[in-house]
């Protein structure tokens, strides 16, 4: 499969900014460890994260590659004001990095419901109407995760249904729902001669026994 060329602009998507970070930065450093090995060069890579967090490689000693790369920019007319410029412009970059983060933060604060005291009529109209889009967005994904349900038990069923007929057919026993059927076929008559039954049950003594008893009258 070929692959797209890439665009070569920021990627909006977080996750997708991370992930290509973590494999252009491993790719980055393995070919700084084979241009020092294969070329017998001095190699020294500085990499920051979007948050801040450092990532360094070296053939040798880190220090003695910026102390040696300071050496070379002295020498030349516009070295130092080169590594000005450079500076200014990741302090500036830095700047507005803080800044979209805290934007982000309080945006997050006001979802969760939280330091909308300062919020007006129209921040609050604004931070409702996302949070219904984003709860629609959660009761779709959640109705379709029912459906998918529904239909995985369905087709489940339906499994075990099957099964069961193969086994009922290969061990010769009917479905317990035929047995009913044939059992409500049966005709019922009242004169069965099980369901009449005589019994000669007395409370008390026996009549012939109670006149034995009796006083004679004279």
Do not use: W
């Amino acid at each position: 499969m070929v692959r797209g060329k890439t665009q070569m602009r920021r990627i909006e998507n977080p996750t997708s900014r991370q992930v290509t970070f973590s494999k252009r930065r491993n790719g980055l450093l393995k070919k700084a460890f084979e241009l020092s090995v294969l070329c017998d060069a001095e190699v020294a890579l500085i990499i920051f994260s979007p948050r801040g967090k450092l990532y360094n490689f070296s053939s040798g000693s880190m220090q003695s590659a910026i102390e040696r790369y300071r050496m070379h920019t002295k020498d030349s007319p516009n070295g130092s004001k080169t590594v000005e410029q450079n500076m200014q412009q990741l302090k500036n970059e830095a700047v507005a990095m803080m800044k979209k983060i805290e934007t982000i933060e309080v945006s997050k604060r006001k979802l969760l419901g939280e330091g909308l005291g300062s919020c007006s009529l129209e921040d609050l109209q604004q931070v409702e109407q996302q949070l219904e889009r984003s709860l629609s967005k959660v009761r779709a994904r959640k109705t379709e995760v029912f459906k998918q349900q529904i239909e995985h038990f369905k087709d489940k069923e339906k499994t075990l249904v099957a099964e069961n007929a193969k086994l009922n057919e290969k061990f010769g026993v009917q479905p317990l729902q035929t047995l009913n059927n044939e059992r409500q076929k049966l005709p019922y008559t009242d004169s069965d001669p099980s369901s009449d039954v005589e019994t000669e049950l007395f409370i008390g003594l026996r009549p012939e026994r109670r006149q034995k008893n009796l006083p004679s009258q004279k």
